[in-house]
Nanobody
Framework: QVQLVESGGGSVQAGGSLRLSCAYSGPAKTRVLLGWFRQSPGKEREGVASLHTFAGHIYYADSVKGRFTISQDNAKKTVYLLMDNLKVEDTAMYYC????????????????WGQGTQVTVSS
């Protein structure tokens, strides 16, 4: 059974930082990709960052490069998303996701999703 539980969302002013956490469980083969997505009202869910747990590759959306950092702690079975220099446009529900592989930014390549955690950035 695969479970993903996010935490760490909240409200912050523009320029601030937040760290999201996602505690995961389940076989390693079910989480070849561990990623973060976000969705704001009226918009499609978009990939923010992901890591290939077998190859060690890390991917970022252009909009967050240089500001967000994805990392994993195997001992704690947790993946993190450190978000620095937050902007108002980063406001969204953030989801942790796990998948078998494929293109990192495609939601279709992720089989398991967390419940989401809200991030609100004010000006």
């Amino acid at each position: 059974q695969v479970q993903l539980v996010e935490s760490g969302g909240g409200s912050v002013q523009a320029g601030g930082s937040l760290r999201l956490s996602c505690a995961y469980s389940g076989p390693a083969k079910t989480r070849v990709l561990l990623g973060w997505f976000r969705q704001s009202p009226g918009k499609e869910r978009e990939g923010v960052a992901s890591l290939h747990t077998f190859a060690g590759h890390i991917y970022y959306a252009d909009s967050v490069k240089g500001r967000f950092t994805i990392s994993q702690d195997n001992a704690k079975k947790t993946v993190y998303l450190l978000m620095d220099n937050l902007k108002v446009e980063d406001t969204a529900m953030y989801y942790c996701a796990a998948g078998w592989g494929g293109l990192w930014s495609y939601t279709e390549n992720y089989n398991y999703w967390g419940q989401g955690t809200q991030v609100t950035v004010s000006s």
